[in-house]
Every structure is written in structure tokens, then in C-alpha cells.
């Protein structure tokens, strides 16, 4: 099997705190926050209705050749971020039609929010709007991208492992790209505001009233987010002999379950997960500059994932920031986003900060970066992801020059 | 890779055994016969377990009786959007309830599409990596394909790669709409074990997979494409194939069978008496393959064309008494 090292030449974003690649980097670098009243479903009976909620994305600025009102938000949002990755790595659509790719696409909750729209007709004895129904199947946030891109010889994939979506996609990417098995991949994840989602976390008790507050002694858990973020990735040496930027290089991943519980997280199993990732990079735990947490600002998610931290890293323990302090939980998209995030810190020398911080929880004992971005000279940088069902995954990424 | 035991609950029963006869006997079934969730697996832990989820834990409990696990064993499961019956049950109680919140806090995991996946690790202590995969009727390629980049790439000692659909009328109305007609749906999980091939036995090997989506050729014309593909990457004549098994009736299959390997392959045609079981279809036709050669060993290819335009198929090498062992 042919092994190649594998580049991130290419990103597409769509957040809630900007839209494409120059202003998402904006937004991290000035520690943006997301949040605002959710707008996308009715919050009547709720006491509290914050979210990370893309107010400002317009599809037919990205999607020309499938019909956008085909698509649901989420479908929207990959197509979208597809058509700026690619766009983002200098590619012709038309080169990629010639040779063998991949399209792999994580998601939380696919389709739902068109679903609970028929649900909701049903409830309430209303006919069922046909299209909502149409634009519910989870294959629709990944099958359009190649639709979009014209590209039919393509290994498509959804990948459904819920918040750790995103980085399950961006495995699959990369075994296709070093195998060389695929010329390119576009991977990531997407997912649109979600009522479901939504309401489950707030009966859990984990939706922060006002805004999430990752690794601080008075978090209240995830504002839940939308939106997607795309990779291009290549091989290493096709990406510099076409003399293509390169963000960063995709180091290796590790992926495993707890098999333990539907809803905690086990912090052996998740140290486990980042020791996996690490051992097929080929780093140790002293080169590991920077972590990107899964944070989601709950309190077992936080505590667990930290002290999984120091179970690896013992007493050095890496500057360890949540994204989701900006971003909010955007479920099969949050891995992805932060993936894009890691790539754009380790290109521009900064580190993200975890913002809407004030004191951190001594459970927690890592330095979060509170509240604003600073420089740094990054090498190595780990992108953490854990989901419900217990399915981790940990991908790594390297300085191309490092 | 090489696929070193299935097993399937399906609209004729459970186990290889009842699904094999029920293709054999030609008589339709559509739903699987009494599977009650609290009977299959007992009360504890699945008071708000969705079907899908059931219907996996249950078919990988049978799977796992055959084969070796250890740390590294993991999932790769299909499903089109998770369990549609479990997702509409918590739109409604949050949509009729007092308020708003007063939803089933144990029914929200069972919502997600992993659920199956992540059940059947729970339940079976894999640790290993635990992918759902949400493509449709072409979910059994997709996994497949998936599973075995896991497998080369050294990540998992063995998959449990399968795919699973469950009966309902919230599915059954979400279909009418994808499909403008009233299909037959079906329901049931299919279940293989797949090892790296080696010098032990087992039941065939998967050589080649290729999906394509249908761009500007005919879907049978794309889906043509693919079948030249897996020949090509096996170095295998068209002549070789001796049975191939197809996702549904209709022409796009039967038109690039026919364009590529000629009219002689015996063609087996599972969703004919079980219905539409959507993402677990591609699974059942492996199985079927599997099962209906018999101690024969030969090449055989399952395909599929989604409604998405997806088109795809797997050669499989089906390695005969000799080897299985």
C-alpha cells in the first residue's frame, strides 16, 4: 500500500462567527463570540433560547448547479463550504472530475430539522410539506457536494458518529489520501440548528441560559450551534509541486468507544483515544503544542476530557482551548470547524482563545487561553472530539515544515 | 478483506438459517416476525431503545456466538437517518407536553443516528472504532468501502460491518414522499465479520468496490462504469461472474449487468420478497450471495443504484468449502 503524507490546502467555513476563511480567522483571532436568541424554531416555553445560530448565509452565493431549495440548511451548508474549500485550495472543479476522490461529510443530525418540520405537520394534522420531507435523508449532506462539484467518480460517504463527526470524516479522508486510494478528499462536517437537539440537551440539564463557558468553575453546559467546515485535503508532494498553499498536514488519527455509557464519557477510553492518535502520527505527548478540546462547557465533559488530558500528558499539559466558547456545539460540524481552526493556527502562528472566561475550575487545571487569542508558535496541534455513544476520535496536525 | 462470518434478523426470522430458507421458499415477508425488544434483549436498558437499535444489538449478539473479539473490534453500521419512529416520538411529546421540555430524557440518545452503532458497542464491549455510516440504500457499499480502509490501515483487528432498518409508519410516510409511490418497505439487519485476509479460512474475500455518482452518463451507463472498475482492479473477466445480487427491481442493475458481464449470471434479487429495507438491502445481497453458493467458490458481485443518484458494486471471491474450513 502506497502511503502518502497528507496536506490541508484547501477550507471552506460557515459559522456563526463568519463566513469563509478570511472571516472565520477574524473571528478567532478577536475571540467572536456567536451567540444570540435562536431564531430558527419556535423558543416559545423555553426559559432560555441562546444559540450559535448563521444569520448572514446566503446559498446562492456558493451553490450554482443544485437547486438550494433541494437542500436542506444543513445539505446547504456543506455545499456551500465544499464550493469555498475547493475554491480556497486554487482547484478546477474540472481537475477533480478526473481523478478518483472523496467526499466524506460528518453529521449530527443530517436531515432532522426538515424531519421534526413533518413531524411537527403530523402533530398538529397539517398536510406534510412534501420538499420537507424530501430533505430529511442524511445522504443529502453529502451526495449533493459532488452533485455541486460535478464529480461522479468519488467514494461519498455521511458520517453519522454524531459530535465527533467532523473528525471521523476527516480519518476517513485521510486513509484515502495516504493510501492513495483518493487524489483528494473533501471532508468535514455540517449540521443546521436542530429543535430535537436542542430541547435534549436543555432537559438534560446542559444548555448554558446565557453563553457556554468551557473549563470555568460556573459553566452550565453548550449553546448549540450550526454550521459546517470543509477540508480539502491532497497528498503532501502533488499539493507543493502544484505550488498550493499548505495549512497543515494531517499527522494521523485515533478513533475508539467506550462502550461503556450513551451519555458520560469515560475518561480512561477518551485518554485511550488521544494515546491512539498520537502513536499514529509518530508524536509524543511533549510535541503536542496545543490542544483543541471537544469543551463543550458541560460539567462532565469538561472535567472528564481534562483529566484524560493529564492521564496522557501528566504534569506538561498543552494549552488546551474550546472553540465552542465562540461556536457553540455545532454537533457533527464542531470537530470540523475546530479542525479548520487548528489548520488556520498552526498557518498564522496564534492560538484561539477560549472566551466568556472568568476563573477556571480547579477540576478542570489547564491553561485555556482565556479570552484572547496569542501569538504562538505552534508545531504540532490536536484536535479532541468526543460523542455521545461514547465514540471518540482524535486527529493531529503538524506545521508542513515542522 | 475477507468476510469470516454474517448473520442477519430479517423479515423471514432469524439467523442465516431463516433467511437463507425464506429466499429459497420465494414467499414474501415483509416485517421481522414477533421481535419485541423487552423479549429479545430484556427490560433492562431498553425501556426507550428505538427498533434499529434493537434490531442491531440483537443481530450482532447473534454474529459475535461465530467469531473472536478482542481490545481492536469495532463497528461500521449503516442506516439512512437512524430510527425515523424515534425521532417523530420526541418532536411530538416536546410539541404536546406542557412544556416544551418535557420530553423523555432517555429517548434523545436513541434519536441520534449512532444510536445502533454505539448500542451494539455497549452491549457487546467493542472498543474498537464505532463509524455510522448514512448513505441510503448504498449504505452496505459505503460501509463496506469504510471498513475496509479501517482494516488496512491497522486500525481495528476485526469489523462488525452491517446495516440495519427498521419498519414504521413515520418511515413509511417519509418514503412515500422520497420515492412518489407506495413501495413495499421491509425491515431487518444484516451483519458480516470482516478479518485482513490471511492464511486462515473464511467465507470471501471482498476484492474490489466502486460507487459512482450518475453526472452526466445514464445511470445504467455509470453504474456500467463501476462494474468495469472492480473487474479491472481484480483482474477478473467478465465471464468469471457467476452470481450477482441486486438492490431492486428495476432496469438501471439489470441494463449494466447485462451491458457488462452478458446475460448468464444467476441474479438474486433479495428486496423482490423482503421489501425495501433500505440501508440494510446492500447487506442482505451479501448475504444472500454468501449463502445461496453454497460450497461453490467463484466470483460473485452485489450492485446497487440509489434513488440519489448513486450508483455502486462490490466483487466478492467467494472462497468455497475448501477454504472455509
Not at chain 2, 418535557?102 to 472498543?127: D, K, R
Not at chain 2, 440495519?164 to 421491509?186: D, F, I, P, T
Request: net charge negative.
Amino acid at each position: 500500500m502506497s502511503s502518502h503524507r497528507v496536506a490541508v490546502t484547501g477550507l471552506g467555513v460557515v459559522s456563526s462567527i463568519g463566513i469563509g476563511v478570511a472571516e472565520f480567522t477574524a473571528g478567532l483571532r478577536a475571540g467572536r463570540s456567536g451567540a444570540r436568541p435562536i431564531s430558527r424554531f419556535d423558543t416559545t416555553g423555553f426559559a432560555h433560547a441562546n444559540g450559535c445560530e448563521v444569520v448572514d448565509f446566503q446559498p446562492e452565493h456558493w451553490i450554482r448547479r443544485v437547486p438550494a431549495a433541494d437542500l436542506g440548511r444543513a445539505g446547504q451548508f456543506s455545499v456551500a463550504a465544499a464550493r469555498m474549500a475547493v475554491e480556497d485550495a486554487g482547484l478546477d472543479p474540472a481537475a477533480l472530475a478526473a481523478q478518483r476522490g472523496m467526499v466524506s461529510i460528518g453529521t449530527t443530525d443530517g436531515g432532522s430539522d426538515s424531519g421534526e418540520r413533518v413531524a411537527e405537520s403530523l402533530v398538529r394534522s397539517r398536510p406534510v410539506d412534501p420538499a420537507a420531507a424530501r430533505r430529511t435523508p442524511a445522504a443529502g449532506l453529502s451526495v449533493p457536494v459532488a452533485r455541486e462539484l460535478k464529480l461522479s467518480n468519488v467514494d461519498i460517504s455521511t458520517i453519522a458518529t454524531a459530535c465527533a463527526a467532523g473528525n471521523y470524516a476527516i480519518g476517513a479522508g485521510y486513509d484515502a489520501v495516504a493510501a492513495g486510494a483518493a487524489g483528494f478528499a473533501l471532508c468535514g462536517g455540517a449540521d443546521a440548528l436542530c429543535r430535537m437537539t436542542f430541547t435534549g440537551f436543555y432537559r438534560l440539564g446542559a444548555v448554558d441560559p446565557e453563553a457556554c463557558r468551557p473549563f470555568d468553575s460556573d459553566r452550565h453546559g453548550i449553546l448549540t450551534g450550526e454550521g459546517a467546515g470543509v477540508l480539502v485535503l491532497e497528498p503532501l508532494e502533488s499539493a507543493l509541486a502544484r505550488g498550493a498553499r499548505v495549512y497543515a498536514e494531517v499527522l494521523g488519527y485515533g478513533l475508539n468507544c467506550d462502550a461503556f455509557h450513551q451519555v458520560a464519557p469515560d475518561q480512561g477510553s477518551v485518554a485511550r483515544c488521544m494515546s491512539l492518535a498520537m502513536a499514529d502520527a509518530g508524536v509524543r505527548p511533549s510535541d503536542v503544542d496545543l490542544i483543541s478540546a471537544h469543551g463543550t462547557g458541560t460539567k462532565a465533559n469538561d472535567r472528564t476530557e481534562c483529566a484524560a488530558i493529564r492521564e496522557v500528558f501528566g504534569d506538561r499539559l498543552p494549552r488546551t482551548v474550546s472553540m465552542k466558547s465562540m461556536l457553540g456545539h455545532t454537533m457533527g460540524a464542531a470537530s470540523a470547524l475546530a479542525a479548520a481552526g487548528c489548520a488556520l493556527a498552526l498557518t498564522h502562528g496564534f492560538i484561539p482563545p477560549t472566551i466568556n472566561h472568568r476563573e477556571t475550575d480547579p477540576e478542570c487545571g489547564i491553561d485555556c487561553v482565556p479570552n484572547e487569542a496569542v501569538q504562538a508558535d505552534l508545531r504540532v496541534v490536536q484536535n479532541n472530539a468526543l460523542a455521545f455513544g461514547g465514540n471518540n476520535a482524535v486527529v493531529l496536525f503538524g506545521r508542513p515544515d515542522r | 478483506m475477507r468476510i469470516t462470518a454474517w448473520s442477519a434478523i430479517s423479515p423471514f426470522g432469524y439467523g442465516r438459517a431463516a433467511f437463507l430458507e425464506g429466499l429459497r421458499a420465494g414467499r414474501p415477508s415483509y416485517q421481522v416476525p414477533g421481535f419485541d425488544i423487552a423479549e429479545q434483549l430484556g427490560a433492562k436498558g431498553t425501556g426507550s431503545m428505538d427498533r434499529s437499535s434493537a434490531l442491531a444489538v440483537a443481530a450482532v449478539g447473534a454474529l459475535l456466538k461465530d467469531v473472536a473479539t478482542d481490545a481492536s473490534t469495532g463497528v461500521v453500521l449503516g442506516t439512512t437517518s437512524g430510527s425515523t419512529a424515534t425521532q417523530f416520538a420526541f418532536t411530538r411529546e416536546s410539541l404536546v407536553r406542557r412544556k416544551p421540555y418535557f420530553v423523555n430524557p432517555a429517548l434523545m440518545p436513541f434519536a441520534l443516528m449512532n444510536s445502533a452503532a454505539a448500542q451494539c458497542a455497549i452491549w457487546h464491549g467493542l472498543t474498537g472504532p464505532n463509524t455510522t455510516v448514512a448513505n441510503g440504500r448504498m449504505s452496505g457499499l459505503v460501509a463496506l468501502r469504510y471498513a475496509g480502509r479501517l482494516l488496512a490501515g491497522g486500525r481495528a483487528s476485526g469489523l462488525v460491518c452491517g446495516a440495519v432498518e427498521e419498519h414504521g409508519e413515520e418511515r413509511a410516510l417519509l418514503e412515500r414522499h422520497l420515492s412518489g409511490a407506495e413501495n413495499q418497505l421491509g425491515e431487518g439487519c444484516a451483519v458480516l465479520f470482516l478479518e485482513p485476509a490471511g492464511p486462515g479460512g473464511g467465507l470471501a474475500d471482498v476484492v474490489a468496490v466502486d460507487t459512482r455518482l450518475v453526472v452526466d452518463e445514464s445511470p445504467h451507463r455509470t453504474l456500467a462504469g463501476c462494474l468495469r472498475q472492480v473487474l479491472r482492479d481484480a483482474e477478473v473477466t467478465p465471464g468469471a461472474v457467476s452470481a450477482v445480487a441486486v438492490s431492486s427491481s428495476g432496469d438501471v442493475e439489470r441494463a449494466a449487468v447485462e451491458e457488462v458481464l452478458g446475460g448468464m449470471p444467476t441474479m438474486v434479487d433479495p428486496a423482490l420478497l423482503t421489501g425495501d429495507t433500505g440501508a440494510a438491502t446492500g447487506v442482505f445481497q451479501m448475504a444472500a450471495l454468501l449463502g445461496l453458493a453454497g460450497d461453490g467458490a467463484g466470483w460473485a458481485v452485489a450492485t446497487c443504484a440509489d434513488r440519489d443518484g448513486m450508483v455502486g458494486c462490490a466483487l466478492l471471491r467467494l472462497l468455497g468449502k475448501d477454504v472455509a474450513g
